[in-house]
């Protein structure tokens, strides 16, 4: 139990566009959802908290409008990278809480190429 | 803000060696305390946790001791497997509810 996918798992843009990333939670409901980015070898750096039915909440230098995060339901979010430049370009891992708590169960992240 | 300091890899062992992973953390109150394991082309999955000082977390032979006078949570294993290679992160949980990670320990054992 307690699955989380990420789709698409690795994909590659053009610098300007825009590419969206799906977080699901597959067998329960996450009330909350964050998403991480990491580089290589290093940490996991929390962008983002995101509440069903309401604004996320971004970490302290994480541009909200690059950045556009959607919870639309208690099994979905998404993370849009607009107008992406190649320093964009990282892996990004999402996680989902079942309840209020510290447990979080994690995606198998996506990495991100922009060209 | 929290923050971990976590001993830097990459670790390479034998084996059936013993291993410890030191981590240390700086926190607010008493947060409750995490080891996450990353094996090669997956998620980050919770290894143990302890949630108040002297709990011992366990699993898979894993062991991490909650020692809030040296505000540390290292992790022990007495004989590691071939299948024990992954990245390894400490994770202090803070108290709105969010994780702080270590940078991360890459561990390879070989056979």
């Known amino acids: 139990g307690a699955v989380v996918s990420q789709h698409p798992s690795w994909v590659i843009c053009k610098s300007g566009t825009s590419v969206k990333i799906e977080c699901r939670s597959l067998?329960?409901?996450?009330?909350?959802m964050f998403w991480y980015r990491q580089f290589p070898k290093q940490s996991l750096m929390l962008m983002a908290t995101s509440n069903e039915g309401s604004k996320a909440t971004y970490e302290q230098g994480v541009e909200k409008d690059k950045f556009l995060i959607n919870h639309a339901s208690l099994t979905l979010s998404t993370l849009t990278v607009t107008s992406a430049h190649p320093e964009d370009s990282s892996f990004y891992i999402c996680s989902a809480q079942l309840e209020r708590g510290y447990e979080q169960y994690f995606g198998p992240g996506t990495r991100l190429t922009v060209t | 803000g929290d923050s971990v300091t976590q001993m830097e890899g990459p670790v390479t062992l034998s084996e059936e060696a013993f291993l410890t992973i030191n981590c240390t953390y700086t926190a607010t109150g008493y947060p409750s305390l995490f080891w996450y394991v990353q094996y090669p082309g997956e998620g980050l999955q919770l290894l143990l946790k302890?949630?108040?000082?002297?709990d011992k977390g366990s699993n898979k032979g894993f062991e991490a001791t909650y020692r809030k006078e040296t505000t540390s949570f290292h992790l022990e294993k007495g004989s590691v497997q071939v299948s024990d290679s992954a990245v390894y992160f400490c994770?202090?949980?803070?108290?709105?509810?969010?994780?702080?990670f270590g940078k991360g320990t890459l561990l390879t054992v070989n056979p």
């Open positions: 067998d329960f409901q996450a009330t909350t």
């Open positions: 994770a202090p949980g803070g108290s709105n509810y969010k994780l702080t």
């Open positions: 302890a949630t108040k000082a002297d």
